[in-house]
């Protein structure tokens, strides 16, 4: 096996510890043993085990990026889609469900945000402040077109990535199908009414109600 090869063998490894038992409770000496090395190969490759973790979490805020694009991203191709396949393709972007690194990634965030800073700042500021900025901000532009009726975006865009969030903790977590068509079938009811603009006026006051979510 190469040292490349090692190296992500370990880091794996470790994903699959850290998110199974938790950061606090898995050992480097755990890490070794999973990939059947000695402990002072771990330090060949990585300074500790906060530096394993560290290169989970910039890893999983890199791969996002391509899980959550922004409006201008895919903007080209709202003309020929039309309102409800461009929200749609921003949309499902979010799931993560078929990509085991960001699933297990997800579970350590999603843990260690309560310990972490680092952590909670990924689930504050990408997770929900920036889901929930880019969904505001295709619906305002539907809106401005003239291409969806006008109503609160910011309020609805806050409860839909509630919404979106709950969909990637139960991709991470859950592994029950009735639940993950229920959460499926939710967005496809925020969808429905973001373009229709049969919107509940219960939803219009998410934003007042609760915006710090964590």
Not at 100 to 116: D, G, H, N, P
Not at 131 to 138: G, K, P
């Amino acid at each position: 096996m190469s040292g490349r090869q090692t190296k992500e063998h370990i880091f794996d490894e470790a994903v699959r510890l850290f998110s199974e038992q938790g950061y606090a409770a898995t050992t480097i000496r755990q890490i070794a043993s999973a990939v059947k090395v000695n402990v002072a190969t771990i330090y060949i490759y990585f300074q500790n085990k906060e530096g394993i973790f560290d290169e989970i979490l910039s890893l999983f805020e890199n791969k996002l990026v391509r899980y959550n694009p922004t409006s201008i991203h895919i903007k080209p191709r709202r003309e020929r889609d039309g309102p409800q396949k461009y929200l749609s393709r921003l949309l499902w972007n979010y799931v993560i469900e078929d990509d085991l690194f960001m699933r297990r990634a997800f579970c350590i965030v999603c843990m260690e945000q309560y310990t972490s800073k680092k952590a909670r700042a990924l689930v504050r500021e990408t997770l929900h402040d920036e889901v929930t900025e880019n969904l505001r901000r295709a619906l305002e532009e539907l809106v401005e077109r003239g291409e969806i009726p006008g109503f609160d975006t910011y309020s609805f865009a806050l409860l839909w990535s509630r919404v979106l969030y709950s969909s990637a903790m139960l991709a991470a977590h859950g592994d029950s199908p009735e639940e993950k068509n229920n959460l499926r079938a939710a967005n496809e009811l925020m969808l429905d009414m973001a373009v229709s603009g049969k919107i509940p006026e219960a939803v219009n006051c998410v934003g007042a109600v609760n915006s710090r979510v964590p």
